[in-house]
């Protein structure tokens, strides 16, 4: 890892590098446990901050997927005050930069479609330097009934959008500034009922090409091109669709990456990031997000 670090920080303009702990695969009941024992949370900070600074790393990002119910959200409230209070301590005894500290959350401010739970937003305001709110994965496999764009900006029948969830954020307290929006180099895919039917939306019969179908956007580029697909931008939900006989494709591409961006500019957003940078063909969409972003500074 410290040649990573060491790699990035290389690099013109100076670019940083965070080490991210946990992720969909970590079990939730791991963190949940961690955060609920004064123990358990400094073993875990102070830890942390070591390895950071023994690799060279700028700041610790935390990816729990996801608090379960208000306990935990209060107890995430200590653990963000007592990470803060640990880093600026060894910051102050080190004489070297405070570390940064982040999260990856939920795509919106509070938890809506099971057991109502809400983030502690005053102290993500006060404790962090940002949080990373994942907009994506709104639909997928455990819905084969109908198509779905799964990342979508806007949707005028739900609050399952990244706008929505944005917005929601804002008005909990979060400044915009702290806010890094999440887009995804993957798309997911459905069978078409009918192929004459291939709007968002359309009757679906199970998911379609892919791994349970999900598929990288460099697999989408290809398979688009391979099998004559049809590929649709719209505008109304700022997404793209691609469709072959019944296979049918919701991702993120060329032109709904750029309007994203657009959107965080214009909502003063700290950023964006992508899930996962590897997931391109060959930079196509992080580099129209860059130039975007550069754009309009």
């Given at each position: ?229 049809h590929v649709v931008y719209d505008g109304d939900t700022v997404s793209e ?34 899930w996962a940078l590897g997931y391109d063909m060959n930079w196509t969409l ?5 130039n975007t972003w550069e754009r309009m500074h």
């Amino acid at each position: 890892m410290g040649n990573f670090t060491a790699t990035l920080h290389a690099k013109k303009p100076l670019a940083q590098a965070l080490l991210a702990i946990g992720g969909a695969n970590s079990g939730s009941g791991i963190f949940s446990n961690m955060v609920s024992n004064p123990d358990n949370r400094a073993a875990f900070i102070k830890s942390t901050i070591a390895t950071a600074r023994k690799y060279g790393f700028d700041g610790l990002d935390i990816d729990w997927e996801f608090p379960n119910n208000p306990t935990d959200m209060s107890n995430l409230e200590v653990f963000f005050k007592e990470w803060r209070e640990a880093v600026e301590s060894e910051a102050s005894a080190s004489s070297k930069p405070p570390l940064l500290l982040s999260a990856a959350v939920y795509f919106a401010s509070s938890f809506f479609l099971d057991l109502p739970r809400t983030y502690p937003t005053d102290a993500i305001a006060k404790y962090l330097d940002f949080v990373n709110p994942m907009c994506f994965d709104y639909h997928g496999s455990w819905d084969t009934s109908v198509t779905g764009e799964h990342a979508l900006l806007y949707d005028k029948t739900s609050n399952i959008s990244t706008s929505y969830g944005i917005s929601s954020w804002i008005e909990a307290g979060v400044p915009p500034k702290k806010l890094v929006m999440g887009m995804p180099l993957y798309g997911k895919s459905w069978e078409l009922k009918h192929p004459k039917n291939h709007g968002i939306g359309a009757p679906a019969n199970g998911v379609g090409p892919g791994n349970n179908g999900i598929m990288l956007y460099s697999d989408i580029v290809k398979y688009n091109d391979e099998h004559y697909a049809h590929v649709v931008y719209d505008g109304d939900t700022v997404s793209e669709y691609s469709y072959s006989g019944t296979d049918w494709i919701g991702y993120d591409g060329p032109t709904s990456v750029e309007k994203k961006v657009e959107y965080a500019k214009t909502q003063n957003l700290g950023g964006y990031f992508f899930w996962a940078l590897g997931y391109d063909m060959n930079w196509t969409l992080s580099g129209i997000a860059s130039n975007t972003w550069e754009r309009m500074h």
